[in-house]
């Protein structure tokens, strides 16, 4: 790692503790035993891409999953199952982006969805008591938001584009390896964040 000035942080799995098992079991219970055949957190259906990119609101993401899963679920049941996966935002990582943003321009990019990102933003306040979760950055992007999805080479693009960032002056840190992989072909530095180790460890 050299000459950097900026960083890129990935959430689930970086900043915020995720579990995609408790998805999938709360879609079981609810009748769904296969949901990994419809979404994983490295690939996802039409329908889930569409919410991840913004193209559906999540109104119409309810009445098309409904349709797909062939079962009468209310929004309540689908959301509640939905955002399962959502765990917390360890302390001690908030403080530690709070001391690193004091030596570097940290952003965010993420891929997420209008339903997880009212849930998280709303899991912040309540675990940081803090109002602002993207106050955290210079600027947080959201796949939901900018229409960009990782790992596509565009939604690198569009990060460094709108922020004037010179790409191997920046580091990417993320815990999936094909965003990983995107970002070292742009030319950033990268950073392969796996369990168990935790932004805590980094050397930077």
Do not use: C
């Amino acid at each position: 790692m050299q000459n950097i000035k900026n960083i890129i942080f990935d959430l689930g799995g970086v900043i915020l503790n995720i579990d995609f098992k408790q998805t999938e079991l709360a879609f079981a219970k609810l009748g769904i035993g296969n949901f990994n055949a419809y979404y994983t957190l490295q690939t996802s259906t039409p329908l889930f891409h569409d919410l991840e990119t913004g193209m559906i609101t999540p109104e119409i993401f309810y009445d098309k999953l409904r349709e797909l899963l062939q079962l009468p679920l209310s929004n309540e049941e689908i959301k509640n199952a939905w955002n399962a996966l959502l765990l917390d935002f360890p302390k001690e990582r908030i403080e530690w982006l709070k001391k690193i943003k004091k030596k570097y321009k940290i952003y965010l990019l993420s891929n997420t969805n209008k339903i997880h990102y009212d849930a998280f933003i709303r899991l912040y306040k309540e675990q940081i008591d803090d109002n602002n979760f993207n106050n955290l950055f210079i600027k947080a992007y959201y796949s939901h938001q900018i229409k960009l999805r990782k790992p596509s080479k565009e939604s690198f693009e569009f990060v460094l584009k709108q922020e004037n960032l010179i790409a191997d002056e920046t580091v990417f840190i993320d815990d999936l390896l094909p965003n990983i992989e995107t970002a070292k072909q742009m030319g950033l530095q990268t950073i392969y964040l796996l369990t168990p180790k935790t932004i805590l460890e980094l050397d930077l």
